[in-house]
Nanobody, 125 residues
């Protein structure tokens, strides 16, 4: 079973950038499909981006495409989310998640087996 811990959140002005990290432990990180989700106050948790074990294939929500980049370093057991051109609507708690199932990248909350505790990202107008 893998444990996940996010870091890198904070307060940033609109148009700014942040880089989130998710450190994995207790499992074989390279075997998992990984993803980022986010949850804004009063809203459901939503898919942001996902990446295959190799890092070659990625998938993004339309709302972040072209602004966010997901990547991973399997040697460091770490997942990243580079967020550029941030908007106030990006304000949310960001979670990393791991999917044990091989195959295509999935976007549903229920598709992922392990979750971190989340890191707050606040974008001021």
């Amino acid at each position: 079973q893998v444990q996940l811990e996010e870091s890198g959140g904070g307060l940033v002005q609109a148009g700014g950038s942040l880089r989130l990290s998710c450190a994995a432990s207790g499992g074989t990180f390279g075997r998992y499909l990984m993803a980022w989700f986010r949850q804004a106050p009063g809203k459901e948790r939503e898919f942001v981006a996902a990446i295959t074990w190799s890092g070659i294939v990625t998938r993004y929500a339309d709302s972040v495409k072209g602004r966010f980049t997901i990547s991973r370093d399997n040697d460091k057991s770490t997942l990243y989310l580079q967020m550029n051109s941030l908007k106030s609507e990006d304000t949310a708690v960001y979670y990393c998640a791991a999917d044990r199932s091989p195959g295509q990248l999935r976007v549903g909350v229920d598709d992922y087996d392990y979750w971190g505790q989340g890191t707050q990202v606040t974008v001021s107008p």
